[in-house]
């Protein structure tokens, strides 16, 4: 939201590339560490997130998109995050199994915004889900009367 700034880190970035070997889980260990500024309690932080997949040729997809709210209480937490992808029509699934690509979003944070209401107007399809372990420091919130 428009009262929050963000003081330091990066607000947006590629993380890492896994090579499951043995079974289907992509272990993701990249610690994200942000810290914001606020005037106001609207527009609470979200984390975005988008799944690619690169096959044995070097081509890389989208697999999944999805967002989760960041913990309004301060301590450690375990959060799913449910992602989705474009179902596109049975030529398009064809070929993205032939020739890779895919059905992608033009504007992926579209979906975590005011207009995410439109989300239902999109062919979907589940893409599995990511597991987050999150830790959350508040700091002067009991001064302006926030209880966490």
Same mark, same amino acid.
């Given at each position: 939201?428009?009262?929050?700034?963000?003081?330091?880190?990066?607000?947006?970035g590629?993380?890492?590339?896994?090579?499951?070997?043995?079974?289907?889980?992509? $272990?993701?260990?990249?610690?994200?560490?942000?810290?914001?500024?606020?005037?106001?309690?609207?527009?609470?932080?979200?984390?975005?997130?988008q799944?690619?997949?690169?096959?044995?040729?070097?081509?890389?997809?989208?697999?999944? $998109?999805?967002?989760?709210?960041?913990?309004? !209480?301060?301590?450690?937490?375990?959060?799913?995050?449910?992602?989705?992808?474009?179902?596109? !029509?049975?030529?398009?699934?064809?070929?993205? *199994?032939?020739?890779?690509?895919?059905?992608?979003?033009?504007?992926?944070?579209?979906?975590? &915004?005011?207009?995410?209401?439109? *989300?239902? *107007?999109?062919? !979907?399809?589940?893409?599995? !889900?990511?597991?987050?372990?999150?830790?959350?420091?508040?700091?002067h919130?009991?001064?302006?009367? &926030?209880?966490?």
């Open positions: 939201g428009g009262a929050w700034k963000l003081l330091s880190g990066l607000g947006s590629q993380t890492q590339v896994d090579d499951p070997q043995a079974d289907d889980v992509a $272990y993701w260990c990249h610690p994200l560490d942000v810290h914001f500024a606020t005037k106001g309690l609207q527009g609470w932080p979200k984390l975005h997130l799944v690619w997949h690169q096959d044995g040729l070097g081509r890389s997809q989208v697999l999944g $998109y999805g967002f989760c709210h960041l913990p309004a !209480t301060p301590g450690c937490h375990a959060l799913a995050c449910v992602t989705w992808r474009p179902r596109g !029509t049975w030529r398009e699934r064809l070929s993205q *199994r032939l020739v890779g690509g895919g059905p992608q979003l033009r504007a992926p944070e579209a979906t975590t &915004v005011a207009g995410a209401t439109d *989300r239902f *107007r999109l062919r !979907t399809e589940a893409a599995g !889900t990511v597991h987050l372990q999150l830790g959350v420091l508040l700091r919130f009991g001064r302006y009367g &926030v209880e966490c």
